[in-house]
DNA sequence: ATGACGGTGTGGCACCGA
């Protein structure tokens, strides 16, 4: 079973890059972020002419979020239950799966501007709600997948530049401990069960040439509660669509789990 | 360097992202 996330900041510029992905890579589950569309915009009858379900909480201009499954999706959450929130930023359901079903949370995480700024605020609240939900999520689905852009940095390995950075958005040891904190509840880091190339991330801002430099940020996640741990083959960042023109600034990750 | 690039919505720019 093949589970991935991408933000493609922006569903209607990228729709033809996700039909091209997907044909490429045809996982069982995608997670999308940043459709930056309305639900009444979303693309549904595209995706199911290539054999895809869609789990759709959309919003105009920002934010938004999908799941796209070979299999139906049951048990659809929007959101972070108890926490009111305007933004689209959570999407969560239950995929069948040959090995048991598999509870997929898709999170659009906070950005948070800067430190001491009210999205910042914001942005920490949001992630002390998701913990807390999380938690419940936990006991009732042992086997689970937290994965989406999480804009934060999990550890200095995941920064270009993690000394000149430090303290600075996305950096910051609120939001690492906050991450840590997710962790705590039983969760693990995919992409770190394996040993991986040095300097790989999955976000390169558009301007100076930061891909071709490589000044990235590895921010998009794919995390995997105990019980799945031993099912876990393989966890890699797919940097091609990064390649094509008018790219989403993130790239897709893929967990691929034991059937 | 309150910069850069790119998306959206509005309107000839502002706001936001990371």
Redesign the pocket.
Known sequence: MKIATW?I??????LPQVLDWLAANPVDVLGL??L??SDDKFPLDALQAIGYHSAVFGQ???NGVALLTRAPVTGVVKNIPGFADEQSRVIAGTIASPAGDVRVING?F??G??PGTD?FAYKMTWLAALRDWLATELARHPRLVLMG?F?ITADDRDSWDPDGLRET??HTSAEREALQSLLALGLHDAFRLFEQPEKSYS?W????FAFRRNRG?R?DYTLVSEALRPQVLACAIDRLPRKNE?PS??TPVVLTLAD
């Open positions: 933000n900041n922006s569903l209607t510029v990228r972020q940043e930056k569309l105009k201009t920002y659009y906070v950005n501007q800067a999205k852009d804009n958005i996305h976000w801002d558009y301007r100076e940020l921010i008018r600034d993130h």
